[in-house]
């Protein structure tokens, strides 16, 4: 069972940066893909971004492509995003995920999901 805790959400302006991390408890952590979702109070989850074990393939979500960056460390078990330029439309509970295999944009093809972190981006 691999444990996913997601910390550095908060509240943020309109054009501020913000960085999110989670720590898996999974070792080796490098032999798994990490992304990131979001779901916004009354919407579907959305796909943020995802990372390969060797952070040599990422895959971004249409909104966000240009703006946030995903990166990972495998030596600390820990993944990031760095979200620069939020906007209002930003604000969502975010949520670290992981799987073995090849990244994917697809929620369900996700096997473990952390608690998730709020982002509130005011206007």
């Known amino acids: 069972q691999v444990q996913l805790v997601e910390s550095g959400g908060g509240l943020v302006q309109t054009g501020d940066s913000l960085r999110l991390s989670c720590a898996a408890s999974?070792?080796?952590?490098?032999?798994?893909?990490m992304a990131w979702f979001r779901q916004a109070p009354g919407k579907e989850r959305e796909f943020v971004a995802a990372?390969?074990?060797?952070?040599?393939?990422?895959l971004y979500g249409d909104s966000v492509k240009g703006r946030f960056t995903i990166s990972r460390d495998n030596a600390k078990n820990t993944v990031y995003l760095q979200m620069n330029s939020l906007k209002p439309e930003d604000t969502a509970v975010y949520y670290c995920?992981?799987?073995?295999?090849?990244?994917?944009?697809?929620?369900?093809?996700?096997?473990?999901w952390g608690q998730g972190t709020q982002v509130t981006v005011s206007s």
């Open positions: 995920v992981t799987r073995r295999g090849a990244p994917q944009g697809e929620a369900g093809l996700y096997d473990y």
């Open positions: 999974e070792r080796p952590f490098s032999r798994y893909v």
């Open positions: 990372i390969s074990w060797s952070g040599g393939i990422t």
